[in-house]
């Protein structure tokens, strides 16, 4: 049903799943709030549904369920289809990363009496709103002989939290008169982690004693930063909004959301015609670089590696599978905000509660990046949508010369394969808490669950 509230098909036994589903999807989003945790998570929910690393496989068959890892970052979910990899096949990709701030390598520095931890922040912030909130630390160090140390501080009810100071409103006059996005400077985006002196201590006592606390504690010693990973996140779970408790609100929505219920829709597929892939990727807030985002070759060379498995591997295969694959890039919407109604074209915007959204194109200014869907899938996409019952609405981010973003979808496009964006719509995006409606949520499940059987 295109454009319609779907709350209006809910009630009874269907609202019990539709809000049962949604308690677990809130378990995802408050427990993994960096890209390792996501895939982590997702691994033990892969073996709870009976799938097996591709390292278990000496061939694969039709209906085998397994999946693969890229450094800790990417995962990949399949069930392998009656046809030959080579006829396509059938995509969900959802980026796993989101708009966080990032400690740097070194760090640790006392100023008047605090202890503070330097910052890069990662993605596109809105740095004025992560100060005064309460923030954990999440992430890995290695030791120099390789021991990996877990690092998740901040998010149980006794656990300290940790802040970015701002400056009372009595002593802000100039600070408040400067552009929003002058307001707090990226570099004043340090974390204080501590105000205690370490005892018979003058110089530092502050930092040493932090440093002293990470060594007691977690075996952590101050170089060690060199080869760490942690990230910065709101502290604290997603939670209930609104009295109905219609709605979500927590860190990383963006694009967990669709992350979550990719993986879902797959790993509640049995056996179809095509194979079934969820793709987790990392690195889409900072243009899907690198050895774990979505321009790495890792995908490529994974299904190559399927292909290996299940029949004679040839290039001409590996190619052949790529062209012929259809793919939702699982990303989400820019929600219209009543408060803010003039940068959005209403006739051509997402909404709260109409479920799983379309996007033929994002880009910026003329369609700049943009992956431009081509309209015979589409038509493929209302046909899918409409048999199965399900809620589905199309947008813009937002008006054309205000709005525009990117996804991985034109990078998957690249290799010819039918793409479209179709994600769930956003209210306050990229802030650190973001809200979500539990009907769209759903709705997203079931239109992935549809997508991943289709067969032509």
Known sequence: MFGKNAWNKYEGKKLDELMAFNEEYKDFISKCKTERECVSYAIELC??????????????????????TNRDRNICAFVIGDEPMEAGINILGAHIDSPRIDIKQNPLYEKTDFAMLDTHYYGGIVKYQWVTHPLALHGVVYKKDGTEIKIAIGEEPNDPVVCITDLLPHLGYDKNSKPANKVIEGEDLDITIGHMPLNGEEKDAVKKNIAKLLKDKYNIEEEDFISAEIEIVPAGPARDMGLDRSMVIGYGHDDRVCAYTSLRAVLDTEKSKYTTCAFLVDKEEIGSVGATGAHSKWFENLIAELINLSTDYSDLKLRR???????????????VDPLYMGVFEAKNAAYLGKGICFNKYTGSRGKS???????????????????????????????????????????LGNYNMNVIDAGVAVLSMHAPNEIVSKVDVYEAYLAYKAFVKFAE
């Open 47 to 68: 073996e709870k549904y009976g799938f097996k690393s591709i390292n278990s496989y000496k061939s694969l068959k039709p209906g085998d369920k397994v999946y693969a």
């Open 369 to 411: 990046g943009c992956n431009d869907a081509c309209p015979k899938f589409i038509a493929q996409i209302r046909n899918i949508m409409d048999m199965n019952d399900i809620n589905y609405q199309t947008a813009e981010l937002g008006k054309v010369d205000i709005g525009g973003g990117g996804t991985i979808a034109y990078i």
């Open 321 to 335: 599978a790529l062209t012929n694959s259809r793919m939702l890039s699982s990303d989400v919407s820019a929600a």
